[in-house]
């Protein structure tokens, strides 16, 4: 089992960054890939970023690439989002997830544990 638990949310202005941060507990963490996904209200899930166990590979959604980057830090359990030039379209609740598979092609139907989601509000 593994539990996940998202921090850094926040308000921001629009040209602002944030950088959310996800902590893993639980005894299953080794080889798992990580992603980031967000939703905002009245849409779907939607894939951000992943990246694989190791870090040696990332994937970004079209529309965050060159503004957000993924990193983790598996002594630590955690992973991050580092979100600059933030635009208001990208409010919405972010959530980590796991996919057991490894993989940088991380998708909403692939993850086997979720957290809770942090808020992200970007102000025009």
């Known amino acids: 089992q593994m539990q996940l638990v998202e921090s850094g949310g926040g308000l921001v202005q629009a040209g602002g960054s944030l950088r959310l941060s996800c902590a893993a507990s639980g005894s299953t963490f080794r080889s798992y890939a990580m992603g980031w996904f967000r939703q905002a209200p009245g849409k779907e899930r939607e894939f951000v970023a992943a990246?694989?166990?190791?870090?040696?590979?990332?994937y970004y959604a079209d529309s965050v690439k060159g503004r957000f980057t993924i990193s983790r830090d598996n002594a630590k359990k955690t992973w991050y989002l580092q979100m600059n030039n933030l635009k208001p379209e990208d409010t919405a609740r972010y959530y980590c997830a796991a996919d057991p598979r490894g993989v940088a092609t991380v998708r909403v139907a692939t993850c086997d544990y979720w957290g809770q989601g942090t808020q992200v509000t970007v102000s025009s």
């Open positions: 990246i694989t166990w190791s870090g040696g590979s990332t």
